[in-house]
């Protein structure tokens, strides 16, 4: 994957690169330390799909930027070509670069945590070793969906289990709720009727709940799982279900 070992060679950029959680959607959810660093930074850097799509994380934060702020797109393209999505990686790590060696602090936007399935991620393996990088954390849409529907995740010794669902297979996923408490599923939207059947299958119905677009206006709780059969849900949807019965006081 052209990883860097970034160790400890030697600064040889004035600027640093912010990797900043802008929190799952609702701009009260921003930390005090993620508005800092973006009132402050010279560049704010957001990933799109393609060039005209509009940035989730950007419209986050929008409120809160300084008209002399630089602004720029980065092009993470949802295409099947390896080669092309590492090309637009390698060129969105350039472009950023480039302002860091100018001196200019970036603060490139998230949504949910820089470190939890994020755009941010994929640029840090094509930056060479200097560079200056801090990371500050976000409200993931795991906890906010969780706090969204007062659903407990997990507690004394019970585990938890997160993984996208449009990459699992049913089998895989049998084993994944045979041996943990509790299973967040991401990424549900294109796959959602097919969870369904496993969970009823399972058994685990009446214990799954759908979370869309959880902090944001409109935002809905479908429970049991199987209400949600046949809807159209948003991207921004989750399924969280408990695999053991009266264990997280539900």
Partial sequence: MDEVDRGAAPQLATGILYGVGVGPGDPELITLKALHVIQSAHVIAVPVSHGSAESY???????CLRPEQHLIHLHFP?????????ESRRAAAEVVLEHI???????????GDPLLHSTFIYILSYLPPGISIEVIPGVSSITAA???????????DQRLAVLPAVFEEDTALRRVFEHFD?????????????????????????????????????????????ASRG????Y??????????????T
């Fill in 101 to 111: 060696r100018l001196g200019r602090d970036v603060a490139f936007l998230t949504e």
């Fill in 182 to 226: 509790t299973v967040v599923l991401l990424k549900v939207n294109r796959v959602l009727d097919r969870l369904i059947d496993l969970v009823q299958a399972l058994g685990l119905d009446e214990q799954a709940i759908l979370v869309e677009r959880a902090t944001l206006p409109g935002a809905r709780i479908l429970r049991p799982l199987s």
């Fill in 78 to 86: 949802m295409v099947h070509d390896i080669h092309a999505r590492r």
């Fill in 146 to 156: 969780a706090a969204q529907a007062v659903m407990p995740l997990v507690n004394a």
């Fill in 236 to 249: 921004l949807s989750l399924v969280i279900v408990h695999t053991k019965r009266d264990e997280h006081g």
């Fill in 57 to 63: 994380a950007l419209g986050v934060v929008a409120s």
């Fill in 231 to 234: 809807q159209t849900v948003h």
